[in-house]
Nanobody, 125 residues
């Protein structure tokens, strides 16, 4: 059974930092692409950042480029999202995803097959 456990959300002031973790189990981590999506109240779901565990390709939404960094520890089956210079508009529920056929490039994050539970990030102004 594929399981994705997201953690690390919380309340932070604008300008602060958080690290989200996605611990994966139930599949061969190296064969999957992993993604982070977010959804704010009243807004559409947005792909934030994705990484290919096989070749390390990454994707960042324009809204987070230069502030967020995604990384993968294949030995721990865990993907991290380092979020710096947080803004109130980053407030959302963040979801971790995994996809055995996921496509990740500089302009595309197609990682939709499995979804974990969300972790809430709240950035106060």
């Amino acid at each position: 059974e594929v399981q994705l456990q997201a953690s690390g959300g919380g309340l932070v002031q604008a300008g602060g930092s958080l690290i989200l973790s996605c611990a994966a189990s139930g599949f061969t981590f190296d064969d999957y692409a992993i993604g982070w999506f977010r959804q704010a109240p009243g807004k559409e779901r947005e792909g934030v950042s994705c990484i290919s565990s096989s070749d390390g390709s990454t994707y960042y939404a324009d809204s987070v480029k230069g502030r967020f960094t995604i990384s993968s520890d294949n030995a721990k089956n865990t993907v991290y999202l380092q979020m710096n210079s947080l803004k109130p508009e980053d407030t959302a529920v963040y979801y971790c995803t995994a996809d055995p056929r996921g496509v990740v490039s500089g302009t595309l994050c197609a990682v939709y097959w499995y979804w974990g539970q969300g972790t809430l990030v709240t950035v106060s102004s």
